[in-house]
C-alpha cells in the first residue's frame, strides 16, 4: 500500500461532493456539503477546520464509509471510493470523535482483532509496536474499562494504525485530552508523518492547527471558504497592532494621531492598527513621537489563525 511507485500525487481527490441529509421528524432537510471540491496532497499535514456543524465530520465519514454521499466523486489514495469501497477504505485509517472499545478486550487484543479484520498477516502485525508508540505499552493486557479517557483515546489512534495505511485521519482526536497527552499524541503523529504517512486531521484548537498543518482548508455552512498553505493563510489579514506604553499616562488619544485606527486599551496602551503593506513600524514611531508620547515600551501583535478563521466564518448562512 505505501509502495512509493504506486503512490499518487494526491492522497485525498475530491469533486461536486454533496450531502443532504433527508428531513426526518423535525429535523428539516440539511445540506451539509455543497459542491465541495478538494485535493489533499500525498505527505502532507492537513488542517480541517470550522465552526460546530460546518459539516467536517460529514466529509470524514464519507470518506470512511460511514455515510453515504449525495452525489460527487471521492478517491482516496487513486481509489474511487464507489469502484473500490473496500481498497479505499483500506488506504485510511480513521480516528473518530466517538470511543468506540469493547470494555472486556484488553488493547492488545483490540489491536489484534482489527488487524484480523483487516486481513492483515501474522508475521506483518505490528500490534505491540504500535502501544508502544501511543505509550500504552504497560496497559497492553490491562480491561480498556480500565483505562484512562486519555488512555481509551490514545487505544483509538492505535486501532486506526493496525493496517499500515498511508493516509490517517483525525478527527479531533485531542477534544478533552490534557495538555500533555495532546503534545505527546502530536509528537507521535509528528512521527508517522516523518515516515511518510498523509495526515488529515480537524481540530478546534486553532493554535494546533497553526503549529502542525502545512495546509488548511477552512469549512462554513458546508462551503470550502479557504484552502491554503498556512503561511498564506495568515497572511491574509494584512495588519499589525502596534502597543506602546506611554511614559507617562495618557487620557486620550493625541489629535495628531486622530487619523490613525488607534485606541488607548484599559491597560493605559496605546494601540495603532495599521495595514503592513501602506506603512511601516518606523513611520509610525516617528509619528508617535512627534505627538509627544514618550515611548517606554513597545510590541508588535500579529494576526493569528483564529483572526482569520473569525473573519471567514463570521458571516450568517445564506438562505
Ligand atoms: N445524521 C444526520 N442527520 C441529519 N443531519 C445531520 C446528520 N449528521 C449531521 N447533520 C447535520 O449536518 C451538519 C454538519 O454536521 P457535521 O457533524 O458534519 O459538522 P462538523 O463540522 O463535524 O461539526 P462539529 O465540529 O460540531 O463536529 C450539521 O448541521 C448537523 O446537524
Redesign the pocket.
Known amino acids: 500500500m505505501t509502495d512509493a511507485t504506486a503512490a499518487p500525487d494526491y492522497a485525498i481527490e475530491v469533486n461536486n461532493l454533496q450531502?443532504i441529509?433527508?428531513a426526518?421528524g423535525k429535523?428539516p432537510e440539511?445540506h451539509?456539503?455543497k459542491n465541495i471540491s478538494l485535493n489533499i496532497p500525498r505527505g502532507s499535514i492537513f488542517g480541517l477546520l470550522?465552526?460546530?456543524?460546518?459539516?467536517?465530520?460529514?466529509?470524514?465519514?464519507i470518506l470512511a464509509g460511514l455515510?453515504n454521499k449525495t452525489s460527487g466523486t471521492a478517491r482516496i489514495w487513486g481509489l474511487d471510493i464507489d469502484q473500490h469501497p473496500r481498497q479505499s477504505r483500506a488506504a485510511i485509517g480513521v480516528v473518530n470523535?466517538e470511543i468506540v472499545a469493547d470494555p472486556f478486550f484488553t488493547p492488545m487484543e483490540m489491536l489484534e482483532l482489527m488487524a484480523g479484520f483487516y486481513g492483515v498477516p501474522k508475521s506483518e502485525r505490528r500490534s505491540l509496536e504500535i502501544l508502544t508508540a501511543v505509550g500504552l505499552d504497560d496497559k497492553k493486557d490491562a480491561y480498556v474499562r480500565q483505562l484512562s479517557g486519555g488512555m481509551k483515546r490514545r487505544l483509538m489512534v492505535a486501532k486506526a494504525l493496525v493496517h499500515n495505511p498511508p493516509v490517517l485521519i483525525l478527527?479531533?482526536p485531542t477534544a478533552g485530552v490534557d495538555v500533555e497527552l495532546r503534545r505527546s499524541l502530536w509528537t507521535y503523529v509528528r512521527e508517522l508523518h516523518d515516515r511518510g504517512t498523509t495526515i488529515i486531521l480537524?481540530t478546534?484548537y486553532l493554535e494546533e492547527a497553526e503549529e502542525l498543518c502545512d495546509s488548511i482548508a477552512i469549512?462554513n455552512h458546508?462551503e470550502i471558504v479557504a484552502c491554503e498553505p498556512t503561511p498564506k493563510l495568515l497572511s491574509r489579514l494584512d495588519y499589525k497592532t502596534l502597543v506602546i506604553t506611554p511614559k507617562e499616562a495618557l487620557t486620550a488619544v493625541p489629535d495628531s494621531l486622530a487619523g490613525l485606527d488607534s485606541v488607548i486599551r484599559d491597560t493605559g496602551a496605546l494601540a495603532i492598527t495599521f495595514r503592513t503593506s501602506e506603512t511601516g513600524i518606523g513611520r509610525l514611531l516617528e509619528q508617535v513621537r512627534a505627538a509627544g508620547v514618550g515611548i517606554g515600551d513597545l510590541v508588535t501583535e500579529a494576526p493569528d489563525l483564529e483572526d482569520v478563521f473569525l473573519s471567514l466564518t463570521s458571516e450568517p448562512e445564506a438562505a
Open positions: 450531502k441529509y433527508r426526518s429535523m440539511k451539509a456539503l470550522g465552526p460546530n456543524g460546518a459539516g467536517k465530520s460529514t466529509f470524514i465519514n455515510v470523535q478527527d479531533e480537524t478546534h469549512v458546508g
